[in-house]
Nanobody, 123 residues
Framework: QVQVAESGGGLVQAGGSLRLSCAAS????????MGWFRQAGGKERIVVAV????????YTAGSVEGRFTISRDNAKNTVYLQMDSLTPEDTAVYYC????????????????WGQGTQVTVSS
């Protein structure tokens, strides 16, 4: 079993940057694909970025491609989401999740979730 906890959210002005961290516990972390999702008020939870267990394969949603970068440090059991050139449309609660199975882009395919961290971008 893997437990995950996000940190690094906050309030930032448009054009600014934030780096989210997801600390995971459990020996199996290195075997899990990891994803970042976000959920804005009243909307569904959608994928932002995904990284495979080794870190060699990543996916970034079109809406954030070129601005957000996902990475992981298996030695530290941590996944990161570097967010640059933020816009008010990026405002949401950001969630980190771990998937036991194969490559996954849907929230329903993820098994373990953090509590989320709020990111607010002011104009």
């Amino acid at each position: 079993q893997v437990q995950v906890a996000e940190s690094g959210g906050g309030l930032v002005q448009a054009g600014g940057s934030l780096r989210l961290s997801c600390a995971a516990s459990g020996r199996a972390f290195n075997n899990h694909n990891m994803g970042w999702f976000r959920q804005a008020g009243g909307k569904e939870r959608i994928v932002v970025a995904v990284i495979n267990w080794s870190g060699r394969t990543t996916y970034t949603a079109g809406s954030v491609e070129g601005r957000f970068t996902i990475s992981r440090d298996n030695a530290k059991n941590t996944v990161y989401l570097q967010m640059d050139s933020l816009t008010p449309e990026d405002t949401a609660v950001y969630y980190c999740a771990a998937a036991r199975g194969g490559w996954a882009l849907l929230a329903s395919d993820y098994d373990y979730w953090g509590q989320g961290t709020q990111v607010t971008v002011s104009s």
